[in-house]
Structure formats: structure tokens, C-alpha cells
Nanobody, 123 residues
Framework: QVQLVESGGGLVQAGGSLRLSCAASGLTFSKYAMGWFRQAPGKEREFVAGISWTGGMTYYADSVKGRFTISRDNAKNTVYLEMNSLKPEDTAVYYC????????????????WGQGTQVTVSS
């Protein structure tokens, strides 16, 4: 049974930082690309960042480029999202997701999802 468990969300002031983690189990983690998505109230789930199975390729939404960094530790079956210079518009539930080998920006391309972690950025 595949499980993705996010952690690290919380309340932070604008300009602050948070580090999200997603621990994976029940799959061969090193063979999966990982993505971070987010969903704000009343909005569709959107791509934030993705990383290939080796960690050699990373992708970012334009809205977070230069502020967020995705990384992975295959020895720990964990993917991270370092978020800096947070803005109120970054407020959302953040989800990690897994798919084979290469990340994409499409929600429907991902096979497994976590339950999400809330990030709230106050102004």
C-alpha cells in the first residue's frame, strides 16, 4: 500500500520560510518522479514543483521560481519543498504526488497523492 505523508506546514508571516517534507512508503521511491501541488480555497489544484527520479531535473511553476526549491533524498524516501520569501498568495493546502520517472505539471498524470498539509501566509 502506497503512502505519501506530508509534514511541515503551518502559519508564517509574509517573507518567511517553511520546509515541507513528504515521506513515501510502499513504492520503489527511487523510480518515481515527485511533484508538489497546491490548492487554494475555490481554486483548482496547481503544479508547484517537480523532480525527476534521480533528482537531476527539477521544474517549477513561474509563480514560485527563485523562491521555492524541490529536492529529494532517495535513501530516506523523502522529497522536500523549501519555501522562501513566502507571500499571502502562497496560502494553500500543499500536496505531494508520485508518478513514474519524469515529472509533469498535470494533476491527472500522477498516480499517488498525499493527504496534504496546510500552509498559511499572513500579510
Amino acid at each position: 500500500q502506497v503512502q505519501l505523508v506530508e509534514s511541515g506546514g503551518g502559519l508564517v508571516q509574509a517573507g518567511g520560510s517553511l520546509r515541507l517534507s513528504c515521506a513515501a512508503s510502499g513504492l520503489t521511491f527511487s523510480k518515481y518522479a515527485m511533484g508538489w501541488f497546491r490548492q487554494a480555497p475555490g481554486k483548482e489544484r496547481e503544479f508547484v514543483a517537480g523532480i525527476s527520479w534521480t533528482g537531476g531535473m527539477t521544474y517549477y511553476a513561474d509563480s514560485v521560481k527563485g523562491r521555492f526549491t524541490i529536492s529529494r533524498d532517495n535513501a530516506k524516501n523523502t522529497v522536500y519543498l523549501e519555501m522562501n520569501s513566502l507571500k499571502p498568495e502562497d496560502t494553500a493546502v500543499y500536496y505531494c504526488a508520485a508518478r513514474s520517472l519524469i515529472p509533469t505539471m498535470k494533476v491527472n498524470d500522477y498516480d499517488y497523492w498525499g493527504q496534504g498539509t496546510q500552509v498559511t501566509v499572513s500579510s
